[in-house]
Nanobody, 124 residues
Framework: EVQLQASGGGLVQAGGSLRLSCAASGFTFDDYVIGWFRQAPGKEREGVSCIRNSDRQPYYADSVKGRFTISSDNAKLTTYPQMNSLKPEDTADYYC?????????????????WGQGTKVTVSS
């Protein structure tokens, strides 16, 4: 059974940091990219970061570049977005998703598997 378990969300003040996690099981981790998306109330889902597990190549949306760092522990089948210098506009539900292949994309509709969301709230 394929599972993606996202965790690590919480309440943080602006300027603070959080590290999310996405633990995967049930598929060959190295054959997939892991994308992270977020959706704020009343807004469309936005791709924020992605990592290619085969070589751990990261990708970032402009909105988080320089503040977020994504890493992957292939032995633990877990992906970690480290989110620094958080802003109130980063407040959203964050989701991880897996896409078979080696191409990171922000096209959420083509991802194969999704985890449940973890809520991040950044207070001003």
């Amino acid at each position: 059974e394929v599972q993606l378990q996202a965790s690590g969300g919480g309440l943080v003040q602006a300027g603070g940091s959080l590290r999310l996690s996405c633990a995967a099981s049930g598929f060959t981790f190295d054959d997939y990219v892991i994308g992270w998306f977020r959706q704020a109330p009343g807004k469309e889902r936005e791709g924020v970061s992605c990592i290619r597990n085969s070589d751990r190549q990261p990708y970032y949306a402009d909105s988080v570049k320089g503040r977020f760092t994504i890493s992957s522990d292939n032995a633990k089948l877990t992906t970690y977005p480290q989110m620094n210098s958080l802003k109130p506009e980063d407040t959203a539900d964050y989701y991880c998703a897996a896409l078979r292949g080696s191409t990171c994309t922000a096209l959420a509709e083509i991802y194969d598997f999704w985890g449940q969301g973890t809520k991040v709230t950044v207070s001003s």
